[in-house]
């Protein structure tokens, strides 16, 4: 891996966490002013599938821009509105900060996981040790919340841990497939438009956004559609092509303290010890994982979606991490 490739995908995995984080902030919003998980989905995929369609439309839209249907489809599934939905649903039973620490720490282990298991990235020493760190400081950060008891937590928490694995899935399959991040976020956005927005009129109607104030709307759907729906999404794609789903999938755990600190100067929210303490705990975590280099077995082939001579391919889609010139197999999954 190159340097300037690697401060590419540590550039894009930050922006990623960054508006994650604002994201959780206008997400708790919008709870207060009585959007359900249903509206902000609506919010968030609407917006994105309207802004990337005419790209779409232009890049050889009867293959999905070279994702293919059904492989587009399963990151639409993974990513997409079943992936918010089912986490929101989570809150039903348990608390925010279990989502914090389960949801967080399964996208970060099961990243891990599933990169060495599907890929062959395999993590050493030190990443290990750093994921271990950034769980530490996702409790932390959660304070006493996360070891809390409600009456049928455990439904919450399996949902978290669900909805934690659909990420890793998603991002592990992006590599694996070799699906560069414009037309990955491409399609996610624009099949979860397409799949969500008639279920959801059909079964909400247009309402409860209608009854919002026009300039609160207008954020919610900028905040969750325009900037988390296409950009983060976009930018932790990159992030997968640079880095490998491995390191990437270590960026998500940042947003709960890009949210702390949002939280000052947005809402007067000041962060108490504990949280001070989960961020410092999260970041040296972060730098300790993203340290450590992945190591991956060599490819067969490229996949459909980078058509490329081979030896341009490594330019296109991001190096193997362990510096080999081509990509794990794309066959089909």
Known sequence: MTRSRERVGLFCGLVAAVIWGGYIAVTRQGIQIG???ADLAFLRYTTAGLLLLPWLLTHKPMRLADVGWRRGAALALLAGPPFVLVGASGFIFAPLAHSAVIQLGMVTLMGMVLSALLIGERPGRQRIVGMAIIVAGL?????AGAFGAMAGAWKGDLLFAAAGTMWAVFTVLQRRWNIQALPATAAVSVLSALAY???????RGAAPLLALDPWVLLQQA???GALSGVIALFAFSRAVENLGPGRASLFPAMAPAVAILIGVPVAGEWPTM???????????????????????????????SSKVPAAAATDQTGPDPAGSAQE???RSW
């Open 274 to 304: 504990h949280q001070i303490l989960g961020l410092a705990l999260l970041s040296a975590g972060l730098v300790i994982a993203l340290r450590d280099p992945a190591n991956a077995r060599p490819s067969a082939s490229p996949s459909r």
């Open 222 to 224: 900028v905040m969750l």
């Open 139 to 143: 409790t932390t950060t959660a304070g």
């Open 197 to 203: 927005t008639p279920i959801y009129f059909a079964w």
């Open 328 to 330: 794990p197999s794309g």
């Open 35 to 37: 959007l359900t998980a």
